[in-house]
């Protein structure tokens, strides 16, 4: 059984910083808060696209979810404005 800290589980896989933009960028896509969603959007990139610090190992750099991202944006609100 794993061990509890706090009130949650222990958690054997840690997201990402990365990751937890990604799920707050498609909760506001979800809600349409499609200002919100490009501010994640924005951070996110900023954040995948940054090199290393000196010194540091290489971080994975996997730029297909901030595409998608995009293009899920873009698809979003062009359904939008479409429906007004």
Known sequence: ??????RGP???????????ILIAFH??????????A????????RIVLRPAPAGS????SDVQPLVAALE??????HSEAGDQ
């Open 57 to 60: 190992p290489q971080r994975r």
């Open 27 to 36: 909760l506001g896509c979800g809600q349409r808060d499609f200002e919100v």
């Open 38 to 45: 490009d501010r994640l959007l924005g951070i996110l990139q």
């Open 1 to 6: 059984m794993p061990r509890r800290v706090g």
């Open 72 to 77: 899920c944006l873009s698809a979003l609100r």
């Open 10 to 20: 222990v958690h054997h896989h840690r997201r990402r910083f990365s990751d937890h």
